[in-house]
């Protein structure tokens, strides 16, 4: 079992930077495949990046690729989405993921391969 406790979500303007984390309890946060996913009113949640956690291979949807950048520090059980040269369409809650992976070496793009999400935070990009 594990929670996931997402942060970071604010105001920007356009061409803008944040940095999101994601605090996970429990002790084999390690082992877990992570993924950042997004919700913006009225559409279903999409994919954004993911990342393995034997070697950090990483993930992202084309909407975000160079601009948006996931990263884990399994010392601090946390993961991290760096967002750069954000665009107004970037505006949604965005949400955490987890799920186990015994093998180390799979990332995940769909929501149903997800057991555990975060309770999302509010990002918005003002034009």
């Known amino acids: 079992q594990v929670q996931l406790v997402e942060s970071g979500g604010r105001l920007v303007q356009a061409g803008g930077s944040l940095r999101l984390s994601c605090a996970a309890s429990g002790r084999t946060f390690s082992t877990y495949a992570m993924g950042w996913f997004r919700q913006a009113p009225g559409k279903e949640r999409e994919f954004v990046a993911a990342?393995?956690?034997?070697?950090?291979?990483?993930y992202y949807a084309d909407s975000v690729k160079g601009r948006l950048t996931i990263s884990r520090d399994n010392a601090k059980n946390t993961v991290y989405l760096q967002m750069n040269s954000l665009k107004p369409e970037d505006t949604a809650v965005y949400y955490c993921?987890?799920?186990?992976?015994?093998?180390?070496?799979?990332?995940?793009?769909?929501?149903?391969?997800?057991?555990?999400w975060g309770q999302g935070t509010q990002v918005t990009v003002s034009s």
């Open positions: 990342i393995t956690w034997r070697r950090g291979l990483t």
């Open positions: 993921a987890a799920r186990v992976d015994a093998s180390g070496s799979f990332y995940y793009t769909l929501t149903k391969s997800y057991d555990y």
